[in-house]
C-alpha cells in the first residue's frame, strides 16, 4: 500500500525558508511521477511542482518558478520541496502526490493523481 508522509511546514517569516519532506513508501517510485499541490482557504488545490523519479526531470507553477525546488533521494524515496523567498500568498496546506504508470506526458492536473498524503500547513507571516 502507498503511503505518502509529509512534514517540514511550520511558520515563518516572509522572506524565510522550509524545506518540506514526503516521505514514500509502498510502490515501485523508479517508475513515478511525484508532485506537490496546495491549497490555501477558500481556494482550488494548484499544483506547485513535479518530478519524474525517473531522470529527474522537474516541472514547476508559474507562481513558484524561481523560487521553489523540487528534488528527490532515491535512497531515502524522498521527495523535498525547498521552498526560499516565501511570500504570505505561499500559506496553504502542502500536499505529497504520486502517479504511477506509464508516463507519456507529465501528470500535472490534480485529477491525475491518486495517492496523496494527509498535507502539511505551511504559514507565511508579512
Known amino acids: ?39 490555501a482557504p477558500g481556494k482550488k488545490r494548484e499544483f506547485v511542482a513535479a518530478i519524474r523519479w525517473s531522470g529527474g526531470r522537474t516541472y514547476y507553477g508559474d507562481s513558484v518558478k524561481g523560487r521553489l525546488t523540487i ?16 511570500k504570505p500568498e505561499d500559506t496553504a496546506v502542502y500536499y505529497c502526490a ?11 492536473s490534480e485529477n491525475e493523481y ?3 498524503g494527509q498535507g502539511t500547513q505551511v504559514t507565511v507571516s508579512s
Open 114 to 116: 491518486i495517492y496523496w
Open 71 to 86: 528534488s528527490r533521494d532515491n535512497a531515502k524515496t524522498t521527495v523535498y520541496l525547498q521552498m526560499n523567498s516565501l
Open 98 to 108: 504520486a502517479h504511477f504508470g506509464p508516463l507519456i506526458s507529465m501528470p500535472l
Open 1 to 39: 500500500q502507498v503511503q505518502l508522509v509529509e512534514s517540514g511546514g511550520g511558520l515563518v517569516q516572509a522572506g524565510d525558508s522550509l524545506r518540506l519532506s514526503c516521505a514514500a513508501s509502498g510502490g515501485t517510485f523508479s517508475s513515478a511521477a511525484m508532485a506537490w499541490f496546495r491549497q
